[in-house]
């Protein structure tokens, strides 16, 4: 490289040696005129040594090194020959050209640049103006860049001024009015501080004060809503008061029963209630009752009546259109098809011991209790090598067979009544005649068991059933012939 350089070079100056034996010095222009005096200094010690000893140069022998660069090496005889000062020219020429470009383009540059800086004065000012007239869109940023704009600006302006040979007027008034705008700017966010900022400010605080108390407000009146056969919350929080809905359909005799709404998973919203009141001895599961609508069943027209013969206390579920309830004096469980009036499916319920022996307290022939949720169907019950503890078991509802069973540690007797809700029983035992408790939790998804203290208020002594419906999250409960119903909060 450095070879081709030099080279070049000394072509250059035997163009050069060759002007100016030509004495053609008086046609050029003025650029090449400075460069040629320039260069007549050196000529004076080489310019005739060159020009004597021309075949020096004539004639150099090259090579290619290994990587195929060419090489060739060139004898100066002189050793004062101006390498250097033929660099400096080179340099100097260039310069001399651009700054001669320059010179004929800043007329036209500058009042490129002056549009340029008319056009964001007049952006800026517009900005500022706006932010006068709406206090809406003061914030601190905006006057963070529009400072940051203004110094830039006043940057650019008075390197603009320092480099126009004499003073413009078109500058000195962009510089003016740039002062303007940052005095103008300085005079907004001092006002601003004082005033509209820190009136901002109180409003967020007050708008954050109020979001807190309605958020608290509304923690006490609106419980949070999960959607129906979701478990996404926390559980059982709190039931409300029982809402009486009505007096079984065969009347106050019937004392014992169950009742509730059935749970279809594929057909979450369709309403499908049973009514099944024991036989008025408390034993015998002969009639049940299955009703369209709520209306339906307030205005006692059932959709079917159906006769069983028969099934032993008030244990049975509807789920999925299909009534399952324990078969008398037996320890078969039952699967029963409302809708075509028949028994699908009939199946001993393995270890489980029936006669009333391990029945709920103070109801009787409930040895065993069906129960549906989120996840499906439950068998609830007591076998002798659980000591008479509650035995939860999840049915496969195809086969009745089952699927998985949990050991809890809570006498069966001694619970009043239970239920199941996402995979977790609950259990309750009578405070007195008009509370009853639910104390007791098992959750089947982590093994263990609980204490809790949710209170239940009745209308009559005795709790014959409580089903819970996935459909609705509500406690469908049989009080002594009476059909309550309760809404349920959940935990987050
Ligand atoms: C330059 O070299 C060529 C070939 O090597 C030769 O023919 C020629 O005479 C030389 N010229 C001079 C001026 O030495
Ligand atoms: C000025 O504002 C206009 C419209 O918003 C925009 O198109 C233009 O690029 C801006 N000029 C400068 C120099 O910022
Ligand atoms: C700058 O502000 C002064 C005083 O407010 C005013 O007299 C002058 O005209 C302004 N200059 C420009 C260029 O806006
Ligand atoms: C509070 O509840 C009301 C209606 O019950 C609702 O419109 C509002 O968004 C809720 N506010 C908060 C902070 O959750
Ligand atoms: C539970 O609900 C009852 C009935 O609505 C209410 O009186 C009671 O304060 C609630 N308890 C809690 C801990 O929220
Ligand atoms: C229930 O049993 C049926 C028939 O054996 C089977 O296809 C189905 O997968 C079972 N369901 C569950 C949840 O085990």
């Not at 350089?5 to 003025?30: F, K």
């Not at 995979?423 to 007195?432: C, D, I, Q, W």
């Amino acid at each position: 490289m450095k070879h081709i350089q030099v080279a070049l070079l000394l072509l250059m100056l035997s163009i050069v040696t060759q002007a100016s034996t030509t004495e053609a010095t008086t046609s050029m222009s003025p650029l090449i005129d400075t460069t040629l005096q320039y260069l007549s200094q050196p000529r004076e010690t080489t310019a005739s040594h060159l020009r004597m000893t021309p075949e020096l140069f004539a004639n150099v022998s090259g090579s290619l090194d290994d990587r195929g660069n060419c090489q060739c090496s060139v004898y100066l005889p002189d050793t004062t020959f101006p390498v250097q000062k033929a660099e400096q020219l080179q340099v100097i020429a260039t310069t001399l050209v651009e700054k001669f470009e320059r010179e004929l383009s800043v007329v036209k540059e500058y009042s490129e640049r002056i549009e340029l800086y008319q056009q964001k004065i007049l952006n800026l000012t517009i900005r500022v103006e706006h932010m006068e007239k709406t206090s809406v869109s003061y914030t601190e940023l905006d006057f963070q860049l529009l400072k940051v704009e203004i110094s830039d600006l006043d940057r650019l302006v008075t390197q603009l001024k320092s480099t126009v040979i004499g003073s413009n007027v078109i500058v000195d008034q962009i510089y003016l009015e740039i002062r303007n705008l940052t005095i103008l700017v300085n005079e907004l966010e001092s006002l601003d501080k004082n005033n509209i900022l820190a009136i901002r400010r109180q409003i967020v605080s007050l708008q954050n004060r109020l979001k807190e108390c309605e958020e608290s407000r509304n923690q006490t009146t609106a419980p949070p809503y999960f959607p129906p056969g979701s478990c996404i919350h926390g559980g059982l929080l709190n039931v409300s008061q029982p809402y009486v809905v009505k007096l079984n359909w065969r009347g106050s005799s019937f004392k014992y029963g169950s009742w509730g709404r059935d749970y279809s998973p594929s057909d979450p919203e369709q309403e499908v209630y049973w009514v099944a009141p024991l036989n008025a001895e408390g034993r015998y599961l002969q009639y049940f009752r299955i009703y369209k609508t709520f209306d339906d069943l307030l205005l006692f027209k059932p959709m079917y009546e159906r006769t069983l013969a028969y099934g032993e206390g008030s244990g049975a579920a509807l789920y999925n259109k299909f009534l399952y309830y324990h078969a008398y004096s037996s320890t078969n469980i039952v699967k029963y098809d409302i809708t075509n009036n028949r028994i699908v499916l009939s199946k001993a319920l393995p270890n489980v011991v029936t006669g009333n022996r391990f029945s709920y307290a103070g109801v009787s022939w409930q040895d065993i209790d069906f129960a549906v949720d989120e996840n499906g169907l439950w068998v609830l019950y007591s076998t002798e090598n659980n000591m008479g503890n509650i035995v939860i078991s999840k049915l496969n509802e195809t086969t009745l067979d089952v699927i998985n069973t949990w050991q809890t540690r809570q006498y069966k007797p001694s619970v009043s009544n239970a239920f199941m809700l996402c995979g977790v029983l609950y259990a309750t035992r009578t405070v007195n005649t008009r509370k009853e408790e639910i104390f007791y939790m098992y959750d089947t998804n982590t093994g263990q068991e609980g204490r809790v203290n949710i209170m239940m208020d009745k209308k009559l002594d005795t709790i014959q059933g409580i089903d819970y419906s996935p459909t609705d999250q509500k406690l469908y409960v049989y009080n002594d012939g009476y059909l309550l119903r309760y809404d349920i909060t959940f935990r987050h």
